[in-house]
C-alpha cells in the first residue's frame, strides 16, 4: 500500500511539473526551438501571421470584398471560379498551425488551472483594435510577425530576419515609451476589466476534451479518404500535434518574444531575450542541416527548400515593418505567437486584437500581391545568406549575432544603461 502512496505522489508531483508549474524561460525557448525543427523536417516552418491571414481573407471573403479577379488574386478560387480546397481554415497549412497552437495554449491553461475571461479596462479594447491594425500592416511590410518576419526567418538563413529584427527594437522602445506616457497622462477608460474564473475542475475536464478533440482531429486528416489532395491533407496530422506542442509550451512558459524585446529597457530582466537567442540559434543549426544536408551532398534534393522563409523584404520594408510591427505588439501586450497563446486562455483584449489583425494584414498583402511589390523588388530584396557567403560564415554571422545580443542583455542587467526611463 506505501508503494502505491508513492507512485500516487510521483504522479502529482510529475503532473504539477508538466501542467501547473511555469516553466524555465530557457528550457522553453529549447524546446520551441527543437518543435521547430521537426515541423520544418516534417513540412514547412511554422509562422503566425499565415493563419491570421488565412482567416483574414476567409472574413473578407464570405463579407463579399474578396470576390471576382480578387478571389483568385487570394487563391480561394481558381480560374473557372471553383473553391480551392486548400484555402480553407481548415486544411490551409497556416491556419492549421494557428488552431493547433491555439488549442495548445488551451489545453495547457485548462490543465494548469489558468484559463479565465479576462475583460480588460475599456481603454484597452481601443489600444487592441489599434495595435491589431499595426500589427498587420507591419508583418505585411516585413514579411511575417516575429516568427516568420524574424525568429524563423534568421533561423532558416535569411537576411531578411536581420532587417526585422533591426526594426523591432525601436518599434517596441517607442510602444513602451508610449505606455509610460499613457499611464502618466490618460485617465479615461481605465475601469470595467473583471475575471470570469471557471471552477478548476470543470477547467480540468475541459482540457482533457482538449487532448481528445486534438487526437480525433489529427486522426481526422491522417485516415482522410477523398479524390483529391489526400497526401496533403494526411501530412496535416502531424502539423497539427506540432503546433498543438507549441502552443502548451508557450503558455506553459509564457514565452513570448516581444517580452524579449521589452523586458531589457523595462526592467533590465534578459532571461526571456537570452531565451530567444539561444532558440534561434539551435533553429538555425536544424535549418542548415535540412537545406543543406546529405541529400544536397549527394545529388539530390534538400529535405528543406532553401528558399523557405526566405522574402524579398531585405531593406525598408523588413525594417519599417518590423518597427510598426514591434510598436503594434507593445500596445497590443502580445506579438504574433504571443497573442494567439493569449487567446488560448482566455485574455478577451487578444480576443478583440486578432480580427483586425487578421483583417488589416488580408488587405496589405493582397494589395502588395495585386502589384507585385515584393517580386519587383518594392519591398526589398531575397537575400538566401549561403548563397551569398557560405553555410559556414552564415552560421558564424547568427552565433556571432545572438552572442553578442547575449552580452549586451547580460550587460545591461547588472549596469541599467539600457533602461527606458519613466
Known amino acids: 500500500m506505501e508503494d502505491v502512496k508513492v ?49 483574414g481573407d476567409w ?13 483568385e488574386l487570394v487563391g480561394f478560387v481558381n480560374e473557372d471560379g471553383e473553391k480551392i480546397l486548400t484555402k480553407s481554415f481548415l486544411f490551409n497549412t497556416g491556419s492549421v498551425i494557428g488552431l493547433g497552437f491555439i488549442g495548445g495554449a488551451f489545453i495547457s491553461a485548462c490543465l494548469g488551472g489558468q484559463f479565465a475571461f479576462r475583460f ?73 476589466s473583471f475575471t470570469l474564473n471557471i471552477p478548476y475542475p ?17 486522426n481526422y486528416y491522417a485516415t482522410f479518404d477523398g479524390d483529391d489532395f489526400v497526401e496533403y491533407i494526411t501530412s496535416l496530422s502531424g502539423i497539427l500535434l506540432i503546433a498543438v506542442g507549441l502552443g502548451y509550451t508557450m503558455q506553459r512558459g509564457r514565452w513570448c518574444m516581444i517580452q524579449g524585446f521589452r ?11 537570452k531565451s530567444v537567442a539561444l532558440s534561434i540559434v539551435i533553429v538555425a543549426v536544424g535549418a542548415a542541416v535540412l537545406k543543406y544536408g546529405v541529400g544536397t551532398r549527394l545529388g539530390g534534393d534538400p529535405v528543406l527548400d532553401p528558399m523557405n522563409y526566405v522574402r524579398g523584404t531585405f531593406g525598408w520594408g523588413g525594417v519599417v515593418g518590423g518597427f510598426i510591427f514591434g510598436l503594434g505588439a507593445m500596445l497590443a501586450g502580445g506579438c504574433g505567437s504571443g497573442a494567439l497563446w493569449r487567446v488560448g486562455e482566455g485574455q478577451i483584449k487578444l480576443w478583440v486584437c486578432v480580427p483586425f489583425f487578421s483583417i488589416s494584414n488580408s488587405l496589405m498583402v493582397a494589395w502588395f500581391s495585386a502589384f507585385n511589390f515584393e517580386e519587383n523588388g518594392y ?25 553578442l545580443w547575449y552580452l549586451v542583455v547580460t550587460w545591461n542587467e547588472d549596469t541599467n544603461k539600457l533602461l527606458l526611463p519613466m
Not at 515541423?39 to 488565412?54: E, F, L, Y
Not at 472574413?59 to 478571389?71: R, S
Not at 506616457?181 to 485617465?187: F, V, Y
Open 7 to 55: 507512485l500516487w505522489q510521483k504522479i502529482r508531483h510529475l503532473y504539477k511539473v508538466l501542467c501547473q508549474e511555469e516553466w524555465n524561460p530557457t528550457l522553453t525557448g529549447i524546446i520551441v526551438a527543437l518543435l521547430s525543427i521537426l515541423i520544418m523536417a516534417w513540412w514547412r516552418p511554422w509562422g503566425a501571421v499565415g493563419a491570421i491571414r488565412n482567416w
Open 379 to 403: 519591398l526589398g530584396s531575397y537575400v538566401y545568406l549561403p548563397d551569398v557567403m557560405g553555410y559556414g560564415y552564415t552560421m558564424a554571422l547568427i552565433v556571432g549575432f545572438s552572442t
Open 59 to 71: 472574413m473578407l471573403w464570405h463579407a463579399g470584398i474578396f470576390n471576382g479577379d480578387l478571389a
Open 120 to 192: 480588460p479596462p475599456v481603454r484597452e479594447y481601443v489600444k487592441a483594435m489599434i495595435a491589431g491594425v499595426l500589427m498587420g500592416i507591419g508583418s505585411a511590410l516585413a514579411g511575417g510577425c516575429n516568427v516568420g518576419g524574424m525568429y524563423n526567418a534568421i533561423g532558416n538563413l535569411a537576411a531578411n530576419g536581420f532587417a526585422m529584427w533591426i526594426g523591432l527594437v525601436p518599434g517596441v522602445l517607442l510602444g513602451l515609451w508610449l505606455l509610460y506616457k499613457e499611464m502618466e497622462l490618460i485617465t479615461w477608460g481605465g475601469g470595467g
Open 263 to 273: 523586458e531589457p529597457h523595462m526592467t533590465g530582466d534578459c532571461k526571456m531575450a
Open 202 to 218: 470543470i477547467q480540468w475536464v475541459l482540457g482533457v476534451a482538449g487532448v481528445v478533440g486534438v487526437i480525433w482531429c489529427a
